[in-house]
């Protein structure tokens, strides 16, 4: 096996940095460029979006629902069951519906847009696209970046509110708190605040899941192999990006007010 | 830059990891004429082509297509230029994702501005040329390596692009699929008088190239005649290490006393 000097190996890091950096300028600065592939974008979001709800609707609602059993068991220590609906509501709103709606878009779909555009990039497909005057810029990336950005946010409404539900079925179900008293503990806990931050990150969240996976497709070398590494690297990266960013994006919107 | 000029190269070098590939190579395409680029596999041969499409950019020299220095141009006066310029790529690299038709009608599509029906029955006319109009509903994966060809051949020449280059059109196809190959480029040079670079290993491939012409009577290739006069203008262009060391017609070629060149060719 080849060793790499440390020296190389940070010099790819900020060149692969520069690249995505550059790739993703471009991604928003041709939503403002004709051509512009709307048919692209939302065929893109009929994948993204349709293809992605059974995946959020379960993880969703299974972390709701985990979620209330394990405080509602704490919180009954001190007596404090009924608070188990302004916990969930709370979580799922403002952290666990946007970040693990990204996490499973991003293995679902930074993966699916790697490999797709990967196998276009070690069979010429992308340089034949350049060379019939196309800009895969903005043919490939852009209406995936769109698109992805766009159906986050409602997957993550979705993710949220099926928590909630997920919350209710073992709240009532389980441990038998009142239906009524869960709801309106759920809904009079969330303030605007919690709701903006909420609907923000998914937004950051779709535009790194897409530019990160073209940005892996796009320099996808070496044949099959290469493709399959990209893949990888794609759903990784996006997936600890997701979890970075999450943490700056909270400070930064607690910091404002938020 | 001469209007009867269609690509020139003057002194370009590229590199590749630290590797020299192209060093230093000047050469000149006529309008209406075909070059035939030889070498030993990592010559430099495919990097030509995509230099002159502007795919890649040479790290000295210049490098004017159509009367365009690419090497000065920004990616999206590119796509302008790349209009006029037809390229069959060594693995096809047709849109798996595309049926045949849309391969092929892709960039008339691109246009926008052309109606549908001029798109179809340009993409049947470029799909008869190459005799696959059959496969119009095809997938890419449904057909032969040597269909595919042909089908990135109709892709090229649909919009009757000035210029066309040619990356191993018949790399790894048998005899007879790569005959009738090469009569369709011959028959695409003597009917629209198309300037092209044409990469290949197939020494046999040049010099059908240079004795032959298309019929159009017939509708097939035919050997010249001994002492015929045809408009055919088809040279060769041989590099090594880089650089070229040879630029000429096919009886020069012939003729030529260095040893390299003699061994390469017999």
């Known amino acids: 096996m080849e060793l790499i000097s440390p020296v190389d190996y940070v010099k790819e890091s900020v060149q692969a940095v520069q690249d995505w950096a550059e790739l993703s300028g471009q991604a928003i600065r041709n939503v403002f460029k004709k051509p512009r592939y709307v048919a692209d974008m939302v065929y893109q979001a009929d994948i993204i979006g349709v293809g992605s709800l059974p995946i959020v609707v379960l993880t969703g609602f299974f972390t709701g629902a985990v979620l209330a059993l394990q405080t509602s068991d704490t919180l009954a220590r001190f007596g404090s069951s009924s608070l188990t609906g302004q916990v969930v509501s709370l979580s799922m709103v403002r952290e666990l519906g946007p970040v693990l709606t990204g996490l499973m878009v991003a293995g679902r779909n930074a993966s699916g847009m790697a ?67 869960y709801w309106t503990m759920t809904y009079q806990s969330l303030r605007n605040e919690d709701v903006t931050m909420g609907l923000v990150k998914p937004v950051l969240f779709g535009f790194i ?33 997701i979890l970075v960013v999450d943490f700056f994006i909270t400070r930064l919107l607690m910091g404002l007010g938020l | 830059m001469a209007r009867h000029i269609a690509i020139s190269f003057e002194d370009v070098s590229i590199s590749f990891e630290g590797n020299l590939v192209l060093d230093g190579i000047s050469f000149v395409l006529e309008r209406g004429e075909t070059k035939i680029l030889f070498g030993v596999a990592g010559a430099g041969k495919s990097t030509i082509l995509k230099l002159a499409l ?64 001029e798109v179809e029955s340009r993409v049947r006319e470029a799909l008869r040329f190459v005799e696959l109009e059959r496969t119009l509903e095809l997938m890419p994966s449904e057909l032969s390596g040597g269909m595919r060809r042909r089908v990135a051949i109709a892709r090229a020449i649909v919009t009757q692009p000035e210029i066309l280059l040619y990356d191993s059109p018949t790399g790894g196809l048998d005899p007879i699929t790569s005959t ?63 650089k070229v060391i040879f630029d000429g017609a096919a009886p020069e070629l012939a003729h030529n006393t260095d040893e390299y060149i003699k061994e390469y060719i017999s």
């Open chain 2, 54 to 117: 502007g795919l890649l950019k040479p790290d000295h020299g210049s490098i004017h297509v159509l009367g365009h220095d690419v090497t000065q141009m920004r990616e999206e006066e590119l796509f302008q230029l790349r209009r006029q310029i037809g390229m069959v790529f060594q693995e096809s690299a047709l849109f798996d994702s595309l049926k045949v038709r849309e391969n092929v009608a892709y960039r008339l599509i691109e246009e926008k501005d052309i109606p549908p029906e």
């Open chain 2, 180 to 242: 009738r190959i090469i009569e369709l480029i011959v028959k695409q040079r003597d009917v629209y008088k198309t300037s092209a670079l044409m990469v290949t290993h197939r020494l046999q491939d040049g010099f059908i190239m240079a004795s032959h012409h298309f019929d159009q009577q017939s509708g097939h290739m035919v050997e010249n005649a001994p002492g015929e006069k045809t408009d055919a203008n088809t040279s060769f262009l041989i590099l090594r290490d880089g």
């Open chain 1, 115 to 181: 490999s797709e555009l990967g196998s276009m990039k070690v069979t010429e497909q992308i340089d034949a696209m350049r060379a019939l005057g196309t800009d895969p810029g903005k043919k490939l990336v852009t209406p995936r970046v769109s698109a992805t950005v766009f159906m986050m946010f409602f997957l993550s409404i979705i993710s949220d509110l099926l928590g909630l539900i997920g919350g209710f079925f073992v709240s009532y179900f389980m441990i038998g708190l009142d239906a009524s008293q």
């Open chain 1, 209 to 241: 899941i897409a530019s990160v996976g073209c940005y892996y497709g796009l320099s996808a070398k070496g044949g099959t192999q290469g493709v399959g590494r990209a893949t990888t690297q794609a759903v990784v990266a996006a997936s600890v990006l």
